[in-house]
């Protein structure tokens, strides 16, 4: 077979949506994974020339509903917050601050596997403070919440997607109750990027001071910071169909990489440092503008790519689309039923699929 995942993430995927519709559990998930394992051992044991493709799907399938049903399970909470109560908490910032709609939004770990998301409000006598960056340490008292979602059916689920980081609370302050600790915390790494990031943004803030509308915008292209972006801006990128030229994801990604290997072309590197250098610029950018799964996604797709060229694999574009697309659903199954997941997927399945085969084609009938 010329695409040899894609039977794989198919029943994966299926089981994904299995246990999303059809309500199996993890239990049964578990049970299942287990007989088709058996029954494909057997089958290899003592009968090599069986069709062992069937019983290894359903093994997969099985493990996708389990994946599925795990991850969706919204753990209690671990530490002594109660909820509709006024507390002071104190927390390490897990990413840098983001101000939006008038609002200071922070994201605080407070111990390991627990951690709060913060709303804080201005005064009439006490304006917001600077933005923080990821590492610093916070104090904060406000009101204590448990996350709260409507109750439309298919609407977006705010505790499930806060629980994905270990956040299991919110907490509504006044600007007048936070404090900024002495010292750090949490991983180096991200200090120093969430530092790089609010330079990059406070950089573009001076060029264009005197231009709310570019200031905004430039934000949003670049480093995807969308705080700045008022919604009667939007309203002819939606018209036109272009809004997601305003998420960061697979065309900034490929912009950044292309310009690393032209660049290290000219400069007459060989192919292995030039895809090296190429995929840390790549994943570098994807965690400047936020970690964001669209933008990790096409940090990811460059990567296999890139590995394929590396390993002298023929580089399949479908393939490597399935081996991608495996990896984030064990990572994140919930995602399948993402309309930006779908999109970049789909679409960029069918240029594989259909659009490059045509291509080579009509290449060879006019060579």
Not at 19 to 26: E, M, Y
Not at 95 to 116: I, M, W
Not at 314 to 328: E, G, I, S, W
Request: proline share 6%; charged share 15%.
């Amino acid at each position: 077979m010329r695409d040899p995942l894609i039977l794989p993430l198919c029943a994966f995927a299926a089981g994904i949506a299995a246990a999303r519709w059809g309500g199996v559990s993890p239990r049964e998930a578990a049970g299942a994974c287990a007989a088709f394992a058996v029954l494909a051992f057997l089958s290899r044991r003592f009968c090599p020339r069986c069709f062992l493709l069937v019983p290894i799907l359903f093994v997969l399938a099985a493990l996708g509903a389990l994946d599925m049903g795990l991850q969706t399970h919204i753990p209690p909470a671990p530490a002594p917050l109660d909820s509709g109560g006024v507390q002071a908490v104190q927390g390490c910032l897990m990413e840098n601050g983001d101000y939006r709609d008038g609002l200071l939004r922070l994201k605080l770990k407070l111990q390991p596997g627990a951690g709060v998301y913060a709303t804080i409000v201005a005064e009439r006598d006490t304006p917001l403070p600077p933005i923080p960056v990821a590492g610093t340490v916070v104090a904060l008292a406000g009101k204590v919440r448990s996350p709260r979602a409507y109750r439309n059916p298919g609407s977006f689920d705010f505790g499930s997607y806060l629980a994905r980081d270990d956040i299991f609370w919110t907490l509504s302050a006044r600007a007048s109750t936070y404090r900024v600790l002495p010292g750090a915390c949490g991983p180096a790494w991200r200090a120093v990027l969430g530092r790089v990031r609010q330079s990059g943004l406070d950089s573009l803030d001076r060029v264009y001071s005197g231009d709310d509308y570019a200031r905004g915008m430039m934000r949003g292209l670049l480093l995807g910071d969308g705080s700045g972006i008022r919604d009667v801006w939007t309203r002819d990128w939606r018209r036109t169909g272009t809004y997601h030229a305003l998420v960061i994801s697979g065309g900034q990604i490929t912009f950044v990489t292309m310009l690393a290997v032209l660049w290290l072309r000219f400069a007459r590197a060989g192919e292995r440092p030039l895809l090296i250098c190429a995929v840390a610029l790549g994943w570098t950018y994807a965690l400047l503008c936020g970690g964001h799964v669209p933008v990790l996604r096409a940090a990811a797709g460059f990567t296999l790519y890139a590995c394929a060229r590396l390993l002298y694999r023929p580089t399949r574009l479908v393939n490597l689309l399935a081996a991608a697309a495996l990896a984030f659903l064990a990572c994140a199954p919930e995602e399948l039923f993402d309309a930006s997941f779908q999109l970049t997927f789909l679409s960029v399945a069918a240029v594989g699929a259909m659009a490059m085969p045509l291509d080579r084609k009509s290449t060879r009938l006019n060579s």
